[in-house]
């Protein structure tokens, strides 16, 4: 990212949000129109947690080495509190990382119609009989397992070139067993990028339920670099820079 300037950084993040939210949290009402009365059922679940995984994937090569492509205001988070990110530069990404989940939630009700709002707008909410507490903690394993992952793909001893692929991976796989709880959001700018359209359009939303997934998100970011620098931390004490600069 040598030579780049803070504007194209976050374009960058603006764009690689857009696609993420367009495109992964687009399958959720694209599904649920193409199923029509059909029941959903497990095949529609990972072909939904396949969108966000390759979405991901696509974004990280894409836009990686122009802005870090975090797209999600909990890996941001992660990285400035693990020195790899600098946190003048936190508040900047976090708007960016906002702005473009809301046009990712408008292009989805421009492409799919009003009918995607009617059906929910991808919006994550509590699942049937679940809580405050249990949303909270299911949260919070996808996020720290996502955000983990992260931060030691990127460490310097790790494979080098798979760190796209394995985040892409992880986020698929977390969506799994995380999303009849919550829908799976793991990423602050996803949760509330839907919301704020869904508002616009007069739809309900859930606001309550906002504060549990964010808190919940955040300090898993947190929790993710306190264990990552735990993890990675050598015998004099010191820990090994990440092999992608995150820090232009």
């Known amino acids: 990212m040598d030579g780049l300037r803070t504007p194209q950084q976050l374009a960058a993040e603006v764009l690689g949000?857009?696609?993420l939210v367009f495109i992964g949290v687009?399958?959720?009402?694209?599904?649920?129109?193409v199923n029509g009365?059909?029941?959903f059922t497990m095949a529609d679940l990972g072909m939904i947690s396949l969108a966000f995984g390759t979405v991901v994937v696509g974004t990280a090569y894409a836009f990686g080495h122009v802005?870090?492509?975090h797209i999600n205001p909990a890996v941001t988070l992660g990285l400035a509190l693990s020195g790899q990110f600098p946190w003048r530069r936190v508040p900047a990404y976090l708007a960016a990382q906002l702005a473009g989940a809301a046009i990712g939630a408008l292009a989805i009700v421009e492409v799919l119609g009003d009918r995607a709002s009617e059906l929910g707008l991808g919006v994550a909410t509590y699942g049937a009989g679940v809580g405050a507490g249990r949303a909270f903690i299911a949260e919070f394993v996808g996020t720290f397992i996502l955000v983990l992952i992260v931060l030691l793909v990127i460490h310097r001893n790790a494979a080098p070139g798979f760190a796209g692929l394995a985040i892409g991976l992880v986020v698929f796989a977390?969506?799994?067993p995380v999303a009849p709880a919550t829908g799976a959001s793991i990423n602050p700018a996803r949760t509330l990028g839907p919301m704020l359209v869904q508002q616009l359009w007069g739809r309900h939303v859930s606001w309550s339920q906002a504060p549990v997934y964010l808190a919940a998100e955040l300090l898993a970011g947190a929790a993710?670099?306190?264990?990552a620098g735990a993890l990675?931390?050598?015998?004099t004490g010191a820990e090994a820079p990440a092999s992608v600069d995150t820090t232009a």
């Open 17 to 19: 949000t857009a696609f």
């Open 224 to 227: 993710a670099a306190l264990t």
């Open 174 to 176: 977390a969506i799994i």
């Open 37 to 39: 009365n059909a029941p």
């Open 26 to 33: 687009g399958s959720v009402p694209a599904t649920l129109i």
């Open 232 to 235: 990675v931390r050598t015998a």
């Open 67 to 69: 802005s870090g492509n």
